[in-house]
């Protein structure tokens, strides 16, 4: 299995809502991500889980919260979003050990804010 | 920390032709460097990818090419068909970078039938 499995693939919110975006793999990897991708631009890195650790913090707003229940689930937690937060949210893992490896996406959360 | 520039950021041949995107890095200490293709409404996923310490890799029509010296690193797609049609992304990673990938600008590609 080398999939990433994001849910939900679609989700509009309200600007009061709060939510969750979830991400699963079962291929062992030790190092989970969430990037952000807005239209036409490259994927940027907000949160790195290294051992279910947060590891990396891209300087995201706390309307954004991560969450690594285990080794195989990432969650991005949602509340109080601009519309300027509008965007594909890509969850990726790879293995976490032994060097730069493969990072495998998810098919990406296509959130929009109303 | 590393900066990746990607160019050209759109380009557009003839089925059958070849194409070739080009990207530099800033980081001496970086020495993974993948590409990503990424269709339309769909994730971005690994057509190939080179280490440090080898100058150029095949799979089929695709090949990347690494020149350590200059810090540029490029992809060659050849044959291109229509289904080729997507966006590109180089990226660059080290230890010194906790392995954390830094995309280039991304290069759309359009292979005219």
């Known amino acids: 299995d080398t999939e990433v499995t994001q849910t939900p693939k679609h989700l509009v919110m309200g600007m009061t809502n709060k939510k969750s975006l979830k991400c699963e793999q079962h291929?062992?990897?030790?190092?989970m991500y969430w990037y952000k991708q807005k239209a036409k631009k490259p994927p940027e890195l907000m949160f790195v889980y290294s051992y279910e650790k947060l590891s990396i913090n891209e300087s995201v707003p706390s309307r954004f919260s991560p969450e690594c229940p285990n080794s195989s689930l990432l969650n991005l937690h949602l509340h109080a979003l601009q519309p300027e937060d509008s965007a594909l949210y890509l969850c990726a893992s790879s293995q976490g050990t032994g060097g730069p490896t493969e990072a495998f996406f998810g098919q990406g959360t296509r959130l929009t804010v109303v | 920390g590393e900066n990746v520039e990607q160019h050209p950021s759109t380009l557009s041949v003839q089925e059958g032709d070849s194409a070739v995107i080009k990207c530099t890095y800033s980081?001496?200490?970086?020495?993974?460097f993948p590409w990503y293709k990424q269709e339309l409404g769909k994730r971005p996923q690994l057509i190939i990818d080179?280490?440090?310490?080898?100058g150029e890799k095949k799979d089929q029509r695709i090949a990347v090419t690494l020149n350590k010296t200059a810090k540029h690193f490029s992809l060659h797609i050849t044959e291109t068909q229509p289904e080729d049609s997507a966006v590109y992304f180089c990226a660059a990673t080290g230890w010194n970078a906790g392995n954390m990938l830094t995309f280039g600008g991304g290069t759309r590609l359009m292979v005219k039938p």
């Open positions: 291929m062992g990897h030790r190092a």
């Open positions: 980081d001496s200490a970086s020495n993974y």
């Open positions: 080179i280490r440090s310490n080898v």
